[in-house]
């Protein structure tokens, strides 16, 4: 029989409970057993004043802005409008029925005051991360590392070519926020003290952003989001902001571990990380300083075109400082820094390992040793010993299992831009992007735990 048509007809009055209609799977339903958010208010206390109009409920703020990371909203003025229709979010949001939206107005306030005065946003990573441990999501023994490339809110039409890009003529007291910041983080590792190269543009309304062409495609502006991750089950432990070049991407990651051990009393015992953490400099790090053996392919420039001997088939010896060519005859280094009352180490960080002119003129492997030279010569750098470790754990069982580790970083940052949209950033400044890689990576904790921790029955 077919049924009365439906007619839309308001009631006068409705017995309506919210919480019977967000689905028990709902993700937010799920995510929301972790969300503790109790201190928050106390933290915040100091950066409101005691006198004049109530403030919107910060809380309230927070929970709308985990519901834009964790579903993809990137507008907030979309976020206030979803927020005002599905029923989930407002529920997640602790909003009843006829409870009003804040208006988008309200996050760009408080997130450029006191939200980032108060660091905030780290606090809550921190208080997610702390939920990890304490689910033992977090097993601290093997750290993956990568970093992955983010465009900024700029464009090519407003930068200035390098030549005349004049930094000291800014004054800060009335530039825009996001150049104030620039000129705060000038000798900051992670930015402006990372390289003496100039960027060939900088964008004059996000100056801190990176000129790059890393991507291959048509170069653009960006920042790096630096990840450092547990690799037991993709927990993200410590998230940085960085210039889009490898020398602040490998800079963040030593802040990151350090930061790490010193906020979650976490001491990796493996690092894994791509090519780009491989220099000789920051192997030596990891192992000399940090006492963490690096599963990272090395950064090695010596390898041979001519199909002449490699140097790996010269073995160093440690007793005798020499290097043993394929028929066991010595190269030793170089005579000449010493003659000179120069140091042996050249510009490079090497030291020059020489044959004996004598042993090559009579070798008969000399075609296939050094054909166009008299002598053979290797190079050894200065810190060696960390790439020699590094080379020999690449032989290893663990070495090929941390490299599968490794793709889950991989897989974090394609979540990221595929599924929380995260492809461009909507903040300006060092600030606006710390700000949000910060809030992305508490979502994707925050989702790994509903995910990994079902829901009690
Ligand atoms: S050419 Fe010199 S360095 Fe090379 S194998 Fe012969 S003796 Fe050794």
Known sequence: ?????????????????????????HLLRSIDRFVDLGDMRSHLRPFYSDIGRPSVDPELMIRMLLVGYIMGIRSERRLC?????????????????????????????NRHGRFRESDLFW??????????IAEGLVGGEVFATDASIIRADANKQKSTPKEEWDASSLDPATVPRAVKEYLEVLDD???GAASEVEPKFTSRSDPASQWTGALKGPAFFAYSDNYLIDTDH????????????????????RTMIVRTRETFDLYPEILVADTAYGSAENLNWLVNKEGILPHIPIIDKSRRKDGTFEKSEFVYDHEKDAYICPI??????????????????????????????????????KKYCCPNQPVRNVGRHIYEGARDLARELSLTDAYV????????????????????????????GPNGAKDEFLLAATAQNLRKLAKLIPQPV
């Open 1 to 25: 029989m077919l049924g009365p048509r439906q007619e839309f007809q308001s009631a006068l009055f409705y017995e309506f409970n919210l919480e019977d209609h967000v689905p028990d799977d």
């Open 81 to 109: 409008d979803e927020v005002h229709v599905n029923l989930a979010y407002r529920w997640f949001c602790r909003l009843d029925l006829g409870d009003p939206v804040p208006d988008q107005s309200t996050f760009s306030k």
């Open 123 to 132: 606090q809550l990573f921190e208080s997610v991360v702390t939920r990890c």
């Open 189 to 191: 590792a992670a930015f």
């Open 234 to 253: 993709a927990i993200i432990v410590d998230v940085e902001a960085s210039r889009s070049i490898r020398q602040a991407e490998v800079g963040s990651t």
């Open 328 to 365: 066991g005859l010595p190269l030793r280094p170089t005579q000449r820094a010493y003659r000179n009352r120069k140091s042996p180490v050249a510009a490079d960080n090497t030291i020059r390992y020489r044959a004996s002119k004598y042993d090559c003129q009579e070798c008969l492997l």
């Open 401 to 428: 299992d941390s490299q599968r580790r490794r793709k889950k970083v991989e897989m974090l940052f394609a979540h990221l831009k595929r599924i929380m949209k995260l492809d461009r950033l909507r903040l300006r």
